[in-house]
């Protein structure tokens, strides 16, 4: 996955204005300055039940859908989000 980013990233770079570019860049050596905020959930964390939304917009519960066994959820940005795509 790394390397499709890094891929990503290349293939974008030329395509942005300088001054674009150069936000993002600054923005992305920020977040990994920053780290993780407090309170982000590690990988393995447990998600404490509650109502979503099924794909068809019914209400469901994580514990309804899991049957006791583990599961990865997985937060979708959306089609237009390039790097989600990957």
């Not at 905020?37 to 994580?62: I, K, N």
Request: hydrophobic residues 40%; glycine residues 12%; proline residues 9%.
């Amino acid at each position: 996955m790394a390397e499709q980013v890094a891929s990503h990233h290349r293939a974008s770079a030329g395509q942005l204005p300088p001054d674009v570019a150069e936000a993002f860049a600054t923005e992305q050596r920020d977040l990994a300055a920053a780290g993780n905020p407090s309170g982000v959930a590690e990988p393995g964390s447990r998600l404490p039940d509650g109502e979503l939304l099924d794909v068809g917009g019914q209400p469901t519960t994580l514990a309804q859908n899991l049957g006791g066994k583990p599961a990865v959820i997985v937060f979708y940005r959306g089609a237009w989000c390039p790097y989600c795509n990957i």
